[in-house]
Nanobody
Framework: QVQLVESGGGLVQAGGSLRLSCAAS????????MGWFRQAPGKEREFVAA????????YYADSVKGRFTISRDGAKNMVYLQMNSLKPEDTAVYYC??????????????WGQGTQVTVSS
């Protein structure tokens, strides 16, 4: 069983930055692609970014491309999301999970509690 714990969210002004962290436990995820998703109030959960097991391949939603960077530390079983130039429309609860890299879709149903990101205008 995999447990995922997201952290690093908070309240930030538009144009600011945040770095989200995802700590995995239960088993190593060094062979798994990982991704970040977000869910805003009243909206469906949407894909944000994904990274291959060794970090050499990344995917981003068009809405965050050029502003967000996903990375991982296999030794620490951690995944990160550096978010720059934040916009009010980035406000959401952010989740990390295991993904199928080719389709950037969640697999396994591994979800943590998420971390709230609020961007004020």
């Amino acid at each position: 069983q995999v447990q995922l714990v997201e952290s690093g969210g908070g309240l930030v002004q538009a144009g600011g930055s945040l770095r989200l962290s995802c700590a995995a436990s239960g088993r190593t995820l060094s062979n798994s692609a990982m991704g970040w998703f977000r869910q805003a109030p009243g909206k469906e959960r949407e894909f944000v970014a994904a990274i291959s097991p060794r970090g050499g391949i990344t995917y981003y939603a068009d809405s965050v491309k050029g502003r967000f960077t996903i990375s991982r530390d296999g030794a620490k079983n951690m995944v990160y999301l550096q978010m720059n130039s934040l916009k009010p429309e980035d406000t959401a609860v952010y989740y990390c999970t295991v993904v199928l890299l080719a389709t950037q879709t969640p697999v396994g149903g591994y979800w943590g509690q998420g971390t709230q990101v609020t961007v004020s205008s």
